[in-house]
C-alpha cells in the first residue's frame, strides 16, 4: 500500500512536471516574445497559438520518431529470433528463436546442416571407424606379444578393457552431453555445430530418426577422431612423454602382475573403443527416440539387454529443463550420476569458477536456487 502511494506520488509528479514542460508560455517564450505579447491581445493570441502548433507538431514528429524506433527495435528481434546464433542457447527459453514445430516434422537447426548423406560424410565416418580398428587390433597383438602368445590372458583382458570402456563411455557421453546442453552455443569455437545440434535437438527430438547413419554421427568424429586416439596411442605409447608419471603404478602392479596395464597396448585398446562408441552414441541414441518396429529386432534386443539406451529412459531425459539422464550410450550410469547430483555438484563449481550458469538453471530457478543452497539431488 505504502509503496503504491509512493509510487502514485512519484508518477503524479512526474506527469506534473511533463505537462509543466509542454506548457508553451512558461517554457518556450522568449522574454522578447513575452513583451511583444503584452503589447496588442491579438498579436499575444497569435503568438500563442502559433507556439502552441509548434508544440503540437514536435511532439507527433517526436511520437512519430518513436514508434518507428520501436518498430526497428521490434523487426531487429524478431530476425535475431531467427537464428541460434544470436542466442546464448537455443532451446527452452521464451525467445530463443527455436519454434517446437508441431506433429513428426524434421527441423534442422545448424545452418548448412541437411539430412541427406553426403559421400563426404561416408568417407569421415568411415575412415575413422577404419582408424580405432586399426589402433585396437594393434593394441591387442601388442598384448599378445607381452604375455608371450598366451591367447586366453590375452582374451581376458582384451574383453575386460572392452567391457570397461563400454561402461565409461557411458559415463563419457552423460558428461559430454551435459556440457553441451548447458554451456556454449552456435559460434564456440570447434564445437559450436555440435553445441547447437544437442541443444536443438530438444525442440524437435524426432529429426534425428530422419539421419541416415554417417549423416548421424560424423560430426563427433570430430572431437572422438583419429587424431584424438593417435595422440592418446602417442602418450601412452613406449618411448611416451609421460613414462615418469607412472613409475608410481610401475611399483605396485609389478608386484602381482606381469603386465603393464597402463601403456600402449591396454591404453589405446581402451580410449580405440571408448572413441569409437562416442561416435556411436548418436546412433544408439537414434534407436531410442524410435517405435519398436522402426528398429530391427537386434536393436530392440540391445535395448531390452540394456547394451544400448532404452526408449523410457532416454524420454525422462527430454523433460525440462534438461538437468539429469544425460547418458546415451547405455544408460547404466544415469542412476548413479542423477542421485548422487554429481552434474549439479559440477555446475556448482563451474558457476563458483567462473561465474557461468547452466543451461538448466536457466530454465528452472527453484533448481538453480536448490543447487546454490548445496543441494544436488533432483526431485524424484
Ligand atoms: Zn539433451
Ligand atoms: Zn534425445
Redo the contacts with the bound molecule.
Keep these: 500500500m505504502k509503496f503504491f502511494f509512493t509510487s502514485t506520488a512519484i508518477a503524479a509528479v512526474m506527469s506534473k512536471q511533463s505537462c509543466t514542460a509542454f506548457t508553451p508560455t512558461k517554457t518556450v517564450v522568449s522574454p522578447n516574445q513575452s513583451t511583444y505579447a503584452a503589447k496588442t491581445l491579438k498579436g499575444g493570441l497569435q503568438l500563442r497559438s502559433t507556439l502552441i502548433d509548434e508544440a503540437d507538431a514536435t511532439t507527433q514528429r517526436l511520437t512519430k520518431e518513436k514508434e518507428s524506433h520501436h518498430d526497428y527495435i521490434s523487426q531487429n528481434n524478431n530476425n535475431m529470433k531467427k537464428s541460434y546464433l544470436d542466442d546464448g542457447f537455443v532451446f527452452g527459453l521464451d525467445g530463443s528463436g527455436l519454434e517446437r514445430p508441431r506433429g513428426k516434422e524434421a527441423s534442422v537447426v545448424v545452418e548448412g546442416d541437411s539430412l541427406e548423406t553426403t559421400p563426404q560424410q561416408v568417407g569421415i565416418v568411415f575412415a575413422t571407424f577404419a582408424g580405432h580398428a586399426f589402433f585396437a587390433a594393434s593394441s591387442i597383438l601388442n598384448l599378445l606379444s607381452q604375455t608371450d602368445g598366451d591367447i586366453g590372458t590375452t582374451s581376458l583382458i582384451s574383453l575386460s578393457v572392452i567391457i570397461t570402456s563400454w561402461i565409461m563411455a557411458d559415463f563419457g557421453s552423460g558428461v559430454f552431453?551435459?556440457s553441451?546442453?548447458n554451456y556454449g552455443n552456435g559460434k564456440t569455437p570447434i564445437m559450436g555445430n555440435i553445441i547447437a545440434a544437442?541443444?536443438g535437438?530438444?525442440s524437435a527430438p524426432w529429426t534425428i530418426t530422419y539421419r541416415g547413419f554417417s549423416n548421424n554421427v560424423w560430426k563427433l568424429c570430430i572431437p572422438f577422431g583419429i587424431p584424438t586416439i593417435t595422440a592418446i596411442n602417442y602418450i601412452a605409447g613406449p618411448e611416451n612423454p609421460m613414462g615418469a608419471c607412472k613409475c608410481w603404478y610401475y611399483m605396485i602392479s609389478y608386484t602381482w602382475c606381469s603386465i603393464d596395464w597402463f601403456s600402449f597396448p591396454t591404453v589405446t585398446l581402451f580410449f580405440a573403443v571408448f572413441c569409437a562408441i562416442e561416435i556411436m552414441s548418436q546412433e544408439l541414441h537414434k534407436w531410442s527416440h524410435m517405435t519398436k518396429s522402426e528398429t530391427p529386432a537386434w536393436v530392440n534386443t540391445l535395448q531390452d539387454l540394456g547394451i544400448s539406451i532404452g526408449r523410457v529412459p532416454h524420454a525422462k531425459?527430454?523433460i525440462a529443463p534438461?538437468d539429469g539422464n544425460?547418458c546415451i550410450v547405455s544408460g547404466l550410469c544415469n542412476e548413479a550420476l542423477d542421485k548422487s547430483g554429481f552434474f549439479r555438484w559440477m555446475e556448482h563449481k563451474i558457476y563458483e569458477w567462473n561465474g557461468v550458469e547452466s543451461n538448466a538453471w536457466k530454465l528452472d530457478p527453484e533448481l538453480r536456487a536448490r543447487t546454490l543452497r548445496g543441494d544436488y539431488s533432483l526431485p524424484q
Excluded: E, L, N, P
Design positions: 552431453h551435459w553441451v546442453d544437442f541443444q535437438h530438444h531425459h527430454h534438461y544425460y
